[in-house]
T-cell receptor
Framework: AQSVTQLDSQVPVFEEAPVELRCNYS??????LFWYVQYPNQGLQLLLKYLSGSTLVKGINGFEAEFNKSQTSFHLRKPSVHISDTAEYFC??????????????FGAGTRLTVKP | EAQVTQNPRYLITVTGKKLTVTCSQN?????MSWYRQDPGLGLRQIYY???????DKGDVPEGYKVSRKEKRNFPLILESPSPNQTSLYFCASRRREGEAFFGQGTRLTVV
């Protein structure tokens, strides 16, 4: 089965600074990777996804992530954050159809706090 | 509008009183899942279903039941709730290959 580790539980950053949220995965097969965002008292919303093709993936709200197969990582980046980016961010992994146990698994989350 | 609908959004109940949280999706997705979210633990999968009448345990299935009699519905049943099942619950659906779509969540308190 797949698993995900988010390396930072909390990331404080000042407004307009760059940010990187780190995610490493473990899998014996090829993977699909996702980043979700959860604003306070809301459900989860997809930020971006990697299914195949270019390893640099661009998502909504100016976020991007890079799939690095050799390092089994999928770190999320934004060059300049806003107060409104304050939220919980989740990395998730699943396997393509045809593999056993291809359900989606999530990391423990990273709380991003953007300070003025 | 494509959506996953959970009900109720909030529920307070007493230990041992059976309850059902409903989940419905209108996207004709094959896969549906239930997760619970607890501080510091992220989302942990309770059960998932790959199609009608096909379900399997996730990481934390104890104390929960599910059924998938129709493609659109995937209810979560707590036969005898206990305080350690107090949590925020999410239902999600997806195609075989693709992102998950989430409901708005159900905040359950068992006293």
């Amino acid at each position: 089965a797949q698993s995900v580790t988010q390396l930072d539980s909390q990331v404080p950053v000042f407004e307009e600074a760059p940010v990187e949220l780190r995610c490493n995965y473990s899998s014996s097969v090829s993977v699909y990777l996702f980043w979700y965002v959860q604003y306070p008292n809301q459900g989860l919303q997809l930020l971006l996804k990697y299914l195949s093709g270019s390893t640099l993936v661009k998502g909504i709200n100016g976020f991007e992530a890079e799939f690095n197969k050799s390092q089994t990582s999928f770190h999320l980046r934004k060059p300049s954050v806003h107060i409104s980016d304050t939220a919980e961010y989740f990395c998730a992994v699943s396997a393509p159809a045809g593999y056993n146990n291809n359900d989606m698994r999530f990391g423990a989350g990273t709380r991003l706090t953007v300070k003025p | 509008e494509a959506q996953v609908t959970q009900n109720p959004r909030y529920l307070i109940t007493v230990t041992g009183k059976k309850l059902t949280v409903t989940c419905s999706q209108n996207m004709n997705h094959e896969y549906m899942s239930w997760y619970r979210q607890d501080p510091g633990l992220g989302l942990r999968q309770i059960y998932y279903s790959m199609n009608v009448e096909v379900t399997d345990k996730g990481d934390v299935p104890e104390g929960y039941k599910v059924s998938r009699k129709e493609k659109r519905n995937f209810p979560l049943i707590l036969e005898s709730p206990s305080p350690n099942q107090t949590s925020l619950y999410f239902c999600a659906s997806r195609r075989r290959e693709g992102e998950a779509f989430f409901g708005q969540g159900t905040r359950l308190t068992v006293v």
